[in-house]
């Protein structure tokens, strides 16, 4: 089956350091990659979606500037959290999507920020 | 607006209860409809999904789903649940749309199975 691992599970941080999370989609091409941080109140946010072959597609108060996305091959993207804040912390998702005729998304386990 | 609602924050059931976890959705066009599921400090387990075809989904572990579109409705059944079903449930809606499948979740529903 589809599996999406993600890499590292857990990181703290100093404020105002940076941390760079890794995505791997494992027995698929994943044509797109989205970016969500769950929040301590345990909402979603989407940051990000990169599709092969097309720019990435930043949300409303997400910037490249602050989260650099590579996402050089079907199968890998990396996300960086530039000088991490306290409203940066969360459990951040990657969710990756088979083929262009599904809207389904595997996600990975995550990896949660804690900044200090 | 685009909007997805579950109504209950909080369910708790005993072992071997049934159980429905309600989704409501806003949206106009074609949609895709999926449940997942997230125990404590992990990731979003996919559930089930529904686009096309049969309003009613199966999915793993013996949940299922019933889309409506009168009702604007995706809830989530099981018939006996287990303890290890507790964990929270999101239900998410993407629009249809080439090159652009943004999920918006919902807020969420903490299921408490006792056993």
């Known amino acids: 089956g589809a599996l999406v691992y993600q890499y590292p599970r857990r990181t703290i941080c100093k404020s105002g350091t940076s941390m760079r999370m890794e995505c791997q989609a494992v027995?698929?091409?994943?044509?797109?990659v989205a970016w969500y941080r769950q929040s301590p109140q345990k909402t979603f946010e989407l940051i990000a979606l990169?599709?092969?072959?097309?720019?990435?597609?930043?949300e409303q108060n997400f910037t490249q500037e602050k989260f650099p996305i590579s996402h050089p091959n079907l199968s890998f993207s990396s996300m960086t959290v530039l000088n991490a804040y306290l409203e940066d912390r969360g459990l951040y998702l990657c969710?990756?999507?088979?083929?262009?005729?599904?809207?389904?998304?595997?996600f990975g386990e995550g990896s949660k920020l804690t900044v200090l | 607006t685009q909007t997805v609602s579950q109504s209950d924050a909080h369910v708790t059931v005993f072992e071997g209860d049934s159980v429905e976890l309600r989704c409501n959705y806003s949206?106009?066009?074609?949609?895709?409809l999926s449940w997942y599921i997230q125990h404590h400090g992990r990731g979003l387990q996919f559930l089930l999904k529904?686009?096309?075809?049969?309003?009613v989904v199966q999915g793993v572990n013996g949940f299922k789903a019933e889309f409506s579109k009168s009702d604007s409705s995706f809830h989530l059944r099981k018939a006996s649940v287990h303890w290890s079903d507790s964990a929270v449930y999101f239900c998410?809606?993407?629009?249809?749309?080439?090159?652009?499948?943004?999920?918006?979740f919902g807020a969420g529903t903490r299921l408490k199975v006792i056993a």
């Open positions: 529904y686009y096309s075809g049969n309003p």
């Open positions: 990169s599709t092969v072959n097309s720019a990435i597609k930043y």
């Open positions: 949206y106009g066009g074609s949609i895709y």
């Open positions: 027995g698929f091409q994943a044509t797109s």
């Open positions: 969710g990756a999507r088979l083929g262009a005729n599904t809207g389904q998304l595997y």
């Open positions: 998410a809606v993407s629009l249809v749309n080439t090159g652009n499948y943004k999920y918006v």
